[in-house]
């Protein structure tokens, strides 16, 4: 391990590096404890305490520590020697008058349960190697952190319990707060940065694909300089047990179809809620049937962030739809991960969607790439970018159109979508009989079909000459034509009757 230490590690032990790393494990400390411990003194009178030199912990036993008046003089004279700290047995003075006077005499007051000459021993040995009393706390980690398994939570319980005085966070890559600390998440210093308030410390979890699935953070108020180190240390232990977490809950989501679908689905109504409560006048909480538990919302975003899924920042949503109806919805899912990467899978409308952090033209290179493995013919469609998961249904409906439009083997762009492409992404079925009745002064007298093409023409080119160049006759033909259907019936001035007229139109035509 001794390749792993930083400068500062060898640093002399602080008092609260003593009761923190194990050394004084069970001990009740009051005041600061920031003083370095360079060694020990065992005192059994008090005259002793003349000779006690600059920063060494005094272990009072005996006579020393006979009672509230001994361990009161045994603290004022430790201070007036510029001692680390004293420690007493518990039973030398009451808790509440140990309190008072460490903060009133400003040196650090230890109470120990155990044999005084035990805990001295222990304290002398850490005093003189303080980088092997560091390592039994790094040693003491790692069984824990083995024991925690691959656990996101339980990783982060350990790390905080087992590191006093500092507090530890996992955040995603985009720095929002997975489990631990939110103290540590909102600290907002560099990584090794030391400040008057405090030092920070950083370890990054790769995802497999050998970029950041999240970073481990922590920070303390300790002025220990060996202590960041130790903390650092500690961090790339558990590293691996997250790596692993991540590892397993990909392959839960691989071979659970259903289960996959599900976090996408909640993950989808959690920011639909919170974007919900957000535009709330009043600021409370949204009544929505969707509504996410904080702590359920919490682990929905952890297992998205263990997948690989973009749950922030730009997002595309994308369909892949098959032409003759559904097929194997865990083999679909295999095929498009494969192609776009680790993004959500979930069963919407009449095919598979989800959405993915590329942009909407490489987002369709990568379905055209896609759409000649799967099995059985389908199309796709891609919805536009959208700032985050709050509006990532829109995206999602804009790729479901585009689908219905694309031709099998094909990928279409919603926002490359003109009038015609939306319309005809309309169930037409649905629609046919109200459009008959809209146009049912025209069909009257409409034999051909020759009026039906012509309004839909005029209403899609926008006027009667960009009309009869699509038809292929001359403008005056158009206008006779407009004549005829206006005399039917038909105000192409109003706004409202030109878009139920171009809808019920298209709707006839397909």
């Given at each position: 391990m001794t390749g792993v230490r930083a400068p500062g590690w060898e640093a002399p032990v602080t008092v609260t590096e003593l009761v923190n790393a194990g050394t004084l494990a069970g001990a009740r400390m009051y005041g600061a404890g920031e003083n370095p411990v360079r060694g020990v003194r065992i005192v059994d009178e008090l005259s002793v305490l003349g000779t006690v030199a600059p920063h060494t912990a005094v272990v009072l036993i005996g006579t020393a520590a006979s009672g509230g008046w001994a361990v009161e003089m045994a603290m004022r004279r430790a201070w007036e020697q510029a001692a680390a700290c004293v420690i007493a047995p518990s039973a030398g003075l009451s808790e509440?008058?140990?309190?008072?006077?460490?903060?009133?005499?400003?040196?650090?007051?230890?109470?120990?349960?155990?044999d005084p000459l035990l805990v001295a021993v222990r304290v002398a040995s850490a005093a003189s190697r303080p980088d092997a009393a560091r390592m039994q706390l790094v040693a003491r980690c790692a069984t824990r952190l083995a024991e925690?398994?691959?656990?996101?939570?339980?990783?982060?319980?350990?790390?905080?319990?087992?590191?006093?005085?500092?507090?530890?966070?996992?955040?995603?890559?985009?720095?929002?707060?997975?489990?631990?600390?939110?103290?540590?998440a909102a600290g907002g210093r560099p990584e090794g940065e030391e400040t008057i308030g405090g030092w920070s410390a950083q370890a990054e979890v790769p995802d497999q694909e050998g970029g950041v699935l999240g970073t481990l953070v922590a920070g303390g108020s300790s002025r220990s300089p060996g202590w960041p180190s130790v903390v650092r240390t500690v961090l790339s232990l558990a590293v691996a047990p997250l790596t692993a977490w991540a590892a397993r809950e990909r392959l839960r989501a691989s071979r659970d179809f259903a289960r996959q679908a599900s976090l996408a689905e909640r993950l989808l109504a959690e920011a639909a809620t919170t974007e919900a409560d957000l535009a709330s006048a009043d600021g409370t909480a949204s009544a929505s049937a969707t509504a996410v538990p904080e702590e359920s919302a919490g682990a929905v975003r952890m297992a998205a962030v263990a997948l690989g899924w973009p749950v922030r920042g730009p997002l595309t949503g994308y369909q892949v739809r098959p032409a003759s109806g559904a097929g194997d919805a865990a083999l679909a899912q295999t095929l498009i991960t494969a192609a776009l990467g680790q993004v959500p899978v979930t069963v919407r409308g009449e095919g598979w969607a989800g959405w993915s952090a590329l942009d909407?033209?490489?987002?369709?290179?990568?379905?055209?790439?896609?759409?000649?493995?799967?099995?059985?013919?389908?199309?796709?469609?891609?919805?536009?970018?959208?700032?985050?998961?709050?509006?990532?249904?829109?995206?999602?409906?804009?790729?479901?159109?585009?689908?219905?439009?694309?031709?099998?083997?094909?990928?279409?762009?919603?926002?490359?979508?003109?009038?015609?492409e939306l319309l005809g992404a309309l169930p037409s079925r649905a629609l046919r009989a109200p459009a008959t009745v809209i146009l049912r002064p025209l069909l009257t007298i409409d034999r051909d079909g020759t009026?039906?093409?012509?309004?839909?023409?005029?209403?899609?080119?926008?006027?009667?000459?960009?009309?009869?160049?699509?038809?292929?006759?001359?403008?005056?033909?158009?206008?006779?034509?407009?004549?005829?259907?206006?005399?039917?019936?038909?105000?192409?001035?109003?706004?409202?009757?030109?878009?139920?007229?171009?809808?019920?139109?298209?709707?006839?035509?397909?």
């Open positions: 509440s008058s140990g309190e008072v006077l460490a903060e009133r005499l400003g040196i650090t007051l230890i109470f120990v349960d155990e925690a398994g691959t656990s996101a939570r339980r990783v982060l319980g350990v790390l905080n319990a087992e590191l006093p005085g500092t507090s530890v966070a996992f955040l995603d890559r985009h720095g929002l707060l997975l489990a631990g600390r939110r103290d540590a909407p033209a490489e987002l369709t290179v990568r379905l055209e790439r896609c759409l000649p493995t799967m099995p059985w013919p389908c199309s796709a469609g891609v919805g536009a970018q959208v700032p985050g998961l709050e509006a990532a249904g829109e995206s999602l409906t804009g790729a479901e159109a585009a689908a219905a439009m694309a031709g099998p083997g094909t990928v279409a762009r919603a926002d490359e979508m003109g009038p015609a009026l039906l093409e012509t309004l839909a023409a005029v209403l899609d080119e926008g006027g009667a000459l960009k009309a009869a160049e699509r038809l292929g006759v001359h403008r005056n033909t158009v206008t006779t034509r407009l004549d005829r259907i206006k005399a039917a019936g038909f105000d192409l001035d109003d706004p409202a009757t030109r878009l139920a007229l171009q809808l019920a139109c298209h709707v006839m035509l397909r």
